[in-house]
């Protein structure tokens, strides 16, 4: 059935090649002909790959999600009522349904030496050098989930960002999933560039606005310069029937800095490979990550952190919270070449399993080839602590408010190291509700 589906694709492809519905330069067609090639290959991943031995991707490999078309933005099921939904930025750049959509988009504030906009809009111009940047740090070879976003994507977000400028508020890309979505499959591709010493906030958001059945899979390539600084929040807030599969490459130039931080809620199953290159001398990269899980959910969260010249540092903290038979997955990887002397890496795990029923494999994974270094790494995958629940009670606090504070200090860990108040405080209420809920659901109650 999986080989069939292949097929599907591969049909869907060349009709798309044939009615030229994206009118993209020849140089991207065969990096897209190149991606298709690589996917009729390899096909969908299988839990008997090391890499992917942890998640079952049958869902997806046995359906043959339709490419969405989007809609058209005079017709577009989601208003403007919709998209302002939790926090917004002023700054956006909006899709429906993986389409972009001007009038939901907004580039006020951004100045006016950066270029942002549509990804698709911006191929054939000359002053975003895309040649250089598109698809050229994202491996299609090595993940089956790039492939098929690299032959089929045609509109995402767009940033590049000048020698030395600033942009001072963030930008978000907001992807929504409308209600009417159904069996259809977006593939966004976002592209971020930040010249020597220039400095941005971005904020990826995935929001999906119905309970139907569909399928993100978008891949965000990141180039940092010599001394750039940027900061990039994700937030994945699926419907609970969704597929969502990401893909994040990171490159980072000499002393520049990257702080990351990405959070999920959502989707029926997740799948996100994170990797960072610190290719400069002095680069330095921090990574916090956190998956709160419930029902059925399954989410997982592959890093690899490669320290490839010296004197580069990164720190990365990810904590999962698994309730009801959900089940989280937390691989990562720091890799030290040879010569990255002086390397200084922390990596952990934590994850909180709040039934007998939930799961969590975590995985930490040193490689060192360098003899000058300090790493270290560790996991924990428990329940809620006695002793801590058993301090709390003391102080007149119930059980469930006891279990509530101390999964709600967990989860702020992470929550607290995004930088935007707003957003921040977003989060903060969301988490709030789901863990509200929680406490509900385990007493009988109904809303």
Not at 227 to 243: D, S, Y
């Amino acid at each position: 059935m999986a080989t069939e589906i292949v097929e599907h694709y591969l049909s869907d492809f060349t009709d798309q090649i044939s009615s030229d519905r994206t009118g993209f330069p020849e140089w991207v067609e065969g990096i897209r002909r190149r991606a298709i090639g690589r996917f009729v290959e390899v096909g969908f991943p299988s839990s008997r790959d090391e890499k992917w031995r942890f998640t079952n991707f049958s869902r997806i490999a046995e359906k043959h999600f339709v490419v969405s078309n989007g809609h058209d933005s005079r017709s577009s099921p989601v208003s403007a009522e919709d998209a302002m939904v939790g926090w917004r930025s002023p700054t956006k750049i909006v899709f429906v349904d993986g389409r972009y959509s001007p009038d939901l988009s907004s580039l006020r504030g951004l100045p006016q030496c950066a270029v942002a906009g549509n990804l698709a809009a911006m191929i054939g111009d000359d002053s975003t050098n895309l040649e250089n940047h598109l698809a050229r740090i994202a491996d299609s070879s090595d993940n089956p989930f790039t492939a098929l976003n690299t032959a089929f994507f045609s509109e995402g977000a767009l940033l590049s960002v000048p020698d030395g400028v600033k942009v001072n508020g963030p930008i978000q890309f907001l992807y929504l999933t409308s209600s009417e979505t159904n069996d259809a499959v977006n593939h966004p591709r976002n592209v971020v560039v930040l010249g020597e010493g220039a400095e941005a906030t971005v904020v990826e958001s995935y929001i999906g606005l119905g309970s139907g059945c569909s399928w993100t899979n978008a891949v965000t390539e990141i180039y940092a310069g010599d001394a750039a600084h940027i900061r990039v929040h994700r937030v994945q807030l699926e419907g609970k029937n969704a597929f969502h599969t990401a893909t994040t490459q990171c490159s980072q130039g000499r002393d520049s800095s990257f702080f990351y931080t990405t959070v999920e809620f959502g989707g029926s199953l997740s799948r996100h490979d994170i990797n960072f290159q610190l290719n400069g001398t002095g680069a330095f990269c921090s990574l916090h990550g956190l998956s709160h899980l419930r029902d059925t959910q399954h989410a997982d969260n592959q890093t690899t952190v490669e320290h490839a010249q010296p004197h580069c540092t990164s720190v990365e903290h990810f904590n999962g919270i698994y309730d009801d038979s959900s089940h989280g997955v937390f691989t990562g990887r720091v890799l030290v070449r040879p010569g990255a002397q002086k390397t200084d890496a922390i990596q952990s795990s934590r994850n909180l399993l709040l039934t007998d029923t939930a799961r969590a494999d975590t995985q930490p994974q040193l490689e060192i080839f360098a003899d000058d270094v300090k790493c270290t790494h560790g996991a924990t995958v428990g329940p809620i602590d006695d002793e801590a629940l058993f301090y709390l009670r003391s102080k007149g606090l119930t059980a469930d408010e006891a279990r509530t504070m101390l999964t709600y200090g967990f989860a702020v860990e992470i929550i607290d190291t995004v930088g935007i108040a707003g957003l921040r405080e977003h989060l903060d209420s969301v988490l709030t509700s789901r863990l509200e809920k929680e406490t509900r659901d385990a007493r009988g109650e109904k809303c």
